[in-house]
């Protein structure tokens, strides 16, 4: 993950805990989710454009 996101997720559970209403708290507990997953997808299409760009049969 990287430094941006790392800190991202951890600004949102830091404001997280301090949230009273729990819909509020469920909310950002899902934006974490969102966050992770975002970022999964990120590595996941830099990884296949990066297989694309080397692959030499399209050449």
Known sequence: M???NIWLVEQ???LAKKQP???D???LYALQSVIKEQQKRTEQIQGELDGRLWN???W
Do not use: W
Request: cysteine-free; aromatic content about 14%; hydrophobic content about 25%.
């Open 21 to 23: 209403e729990y819909e």
């Open 12 to 14: 949102v559970k830091a």
């Open 2 to 4: 990287s430094n941006q």
């Open 25 to 27: 708290r469920a909310f």
């Open 56 to 58: 030499h049969d399209n």
